[in-house]
């Protein structure tokens, strides 16, 4: 018989409260909820009872949970929790969930797609995939993803927890994880979650002697009436009122005969010679004692491997024949000591942990070495190279056998392996553990786990921390290792230092490179060397700031670093050493930096480099998109990164299209872009990407002249850090000055494109749209502070291939040759404008109403249908300020101004440019019927006379010689097409 209780006692409250996060998941507002207690206390029955009643509900439930071995195992609990969902389910088709399916496939294999990449970029990456697919999962009726034992948990897994839990709130899903109530990682990441307000804490207590007692009677399927004192009473002071210690102890009585049944009731018996357990670990030892001398030997094998444990390693460890196999499995479960585990087929499971700690505890230390031993030598015999989760969990087995190198060994491997598989922040929790545990052993060793640990904080965006640990090695001198495994190292060192701006250290490493390579020669490390070297001479935001003997000192080592990778092959150095050349030749112009690119992609696409591949054809996209504003080649990229998971580079693209969006004047669509897309860089912390969103979506309010919005997200910007970043002139020059000159106030805009120009002064930059070479050139003609000088000198620097800049420079030189009485001149430069601007309607139209002042004092172009044009736009726009400045200038010229009456949407745009009003197009429409002036004025409840002057009216804008060419042309615009 049973002694487990059929009803939860005692968690009404806690029941209730999970109910109603339940509801609030279902209706789209997430949340999570950590149980903590003592061991037994009833948190797995809690959230037990929780997964039942969501499936009842229609929700879908997912569980997973930790134990002692998989501690080093990244993600064992989400990797279970996600088993059952995804076994036979292929991956969500979700736009927004793409990209972040290679990343699930550290979850979920079976997802990996052919040809795919293994690349993940950061368990922050990881995290917001297991957002999105929950999103997914819950979207018709909300899910439940419960996690049980995270104190068990590796460090990644806890990582993603508190991402979910603090990103969860509009998402259709419920996290529920119980964890022990001792001080740990788990705990830690539970209060600062609960300090945040994005999660709850939830503190089972023990019973109190009424809720024990229901207990007690729902275990004996008795009345509470029907219970003998003295039990209670002993219950009472042996269980402390943990409810799966009372079940265990009820069930020990029985078995013992201390407690039987005499019809309805039950008693104790007080036959002295009954040895009556009084603690649980007493009472699990009484039940494993009647075990034959084999099943306790796997019992105990089985303990010292977890609360969870593989039926091939016991059998292969103990040497049972398959019989004795069967046989102990039988006597375990019939012992109510072990169960199937079902989450894989040919595991077993404690009923509960503390059965596996209460067993543990019996041995003695020696007992506990030999075991693990047998155990690690056993898995290894099964699983020849121990792939998987397998070298991770013989390492705790050889750490637990006292085996401290072994386990090192096994954990350093095991880094490699995930480092190699681009899980580069999952690797550096393996590979500082076993640097850790290196502590006395030989140099190249240690020198060969720190490389590879070096490598991952680097690789997983690191480089401070990776940093930090080289400072602990002498910088030049002997490092006690082989001379290959000391310039794998400096090399490495050299490398973060220049991804940091490590600059003197740098140098010092690659000097010790230098007279190491002079012993040894490889032109394949002094290649990979003179490209760090590159760097470090010429970082990537310096390129402008160095003198000309330092640069050709850089493009030289590169030159050098393409011959030697080209010829051996060395494919990734060779891509480094193309992308840097493309850097150092920005300065030139667009196309020496394309072809440098074009390499990298050649080189990439034959070695199936695919994410060099990705970052140069971005490159290559931005490059484009910036001469010509076209976004086509950028979205290619970016649905390639979304395929191949890349999401740094899907960040990238998006942030580029928003911006590219703001300049095609898309604004609806780049605003539906920005907002999710920043959304989840600020989740995952991504600052850089953070600020240039956050600079796209401020821009985007000021190309619309909304000032407060702008202010808003610049606001945001400087939270982020982006006062100190180079995005700064591109605030001051493309945004600020832009609003203001949208607002008509001159001198602001003034004032900042001086910003910019200062700034750029102090900080030069290859960002070219701030303004400096091409708004602030047009401003100053205006203004009559510049010249032909001052556009010559703009139109000869690299900034002038950019489209958006071409547009202002032609129209600043349209006005200088206006002015100079060259009409032709100036109408050719205008058109070389309007074709600049043929992707930009704002620059445009705003260079319609700057150019048009300019036009009119000197007398040439067609300044009033200019004026026109871009006071219909402006106001279409909601742009009140230049809509307004306008049409005073249409006045000024003597000019109709057309009133801006209901219907003129109804007017061809081509009309309103020639100012013609809603009414007169009212009248063209009955001319084109060839209606006179009587039969218009009835059909309009006008007079003839009014009609007339509306005749005459529409031949004095359109330029017709009379009434019947106008006849014929209101026929041709009516006509249908």
Known sequence: MSYTSPILVGREREIEQLDRRLAAARDGRGGAVFLLGDPGIGKSRLSAECAYQAFDTGMIALRGRGG???????????????????????????????????????????????GGTDHLESVMVLAEAVLRLLAVIGRDGGCLLVLEDLHDADADTLAVVEYLADNLAGVPAFLLANLRSHAGPARSVAEACAQRRTATLVELAPLPPEQLARLTAACLEASPDDLPRQLLTRLERDTAGVPFVVEELLAAMVNVGALERDGRRWRLNGDPAIDVPTTLVRSIMLRAAQLSSSARESLHMAAVFGSRFPIPMIQEATGLADREVMEFLRAGTGARLITPDDSAGDWYAFRHALMAEALRSSLIPAERVSIARRAADALERLYPGLPGEWCQIAATLRLTAGDTLGAA??????????????????????????????GSAPADLRARVLQGLLHALTESGQADRAFALAKDLPISGDLAMTIPHEMDLRTKLAWVAAEIGGTADGLAHVAALRRLLQINPDEARTAAVDVIEAQL??????????????????????????????????????????????????????????????????????????????????????????????????????????????????????????MTGVLRGEYGEAHGLAVPCVESTIRLGHTAYTQYLLLAQATLAAHQAKRAEMEGVLERFREWGGESSLHMPVVYGLCQAMCALLEEDRDLCGEMLIRAREWEDDNPTIYYLTGRYGLRVLMDVLADRAGATECDAAESTSAAELAWNRTFLHLARSVLLGRQGDPEGALAAFGRATEAARPFPLAHHLGLRLVAEGALADGWGEPLVWLRTAEEYFHQAGIPAVTGACRAMLRGAGAAVAQRRTGREQVPSGLRAQGVSVREYQVLTLLAERRGNVDIGKRLFISPRTVEKHVASLLQKTGLPDRAALYEHAAELLRPT
Not at 105 to 110: A, C, F, N
Not at 423 to 438: G, K
């Open 68 to 114: 002692g071995i998989s501690a080093d195992i990244p993600f064992k609990p989400l990797c279970e929790a996600l088993l059952s969902y995804t076994r036979t389910k292929e991956p969500p088709d979700d736009p927004a969930l793409v990209p972040y399916l290679p990343a699930l496939t550290k979850l979920v294999p079976e997802w990996r797609r052919a």
């Open 537 to 658: 001479i010429v970082p990537d935001h310096g390129v402008l700031q160095q003198s000309p003997q330092r640069m050709a000192a850089a493009e030289a080592l590169v030159r050098r670093a393409v011959e030697v990778a080209e010829r051996v092959p060395l494919p990734e150095v060779a891509c480094q050493a193309w992308e840097r050349m493309a850097m150092f030749s920005r300065a030139r112009g667009f196309d020496e930096p394309d072809r440098c690119l074009t390499r990298v992609v050649s080189i990439a696409d034959a070695h199936g480099l695919k994410l060099w591949k990705l970052r140069a054809m971005l490159r290559l996209a931005v490059n484009h998109a910036l001469r010509t504003g076209e976004r086509e080649p950028l979205e290619e990229v970016g649905r390639a990164a979304a395929q191949a998971g890349a999401i740094s580079l899907v960040h990238s693209t998006q942030a580029s299209l928003v």
């Open 409 to 438: 060994d096994l954990l350093a491997g095991a880094g490699r392996r995930l480092l190699d598989d681009g899980a580069a922040d999952l690797a550096v929790t393996l590979l500082e553990r076993a640097y850790a545990l290196l």
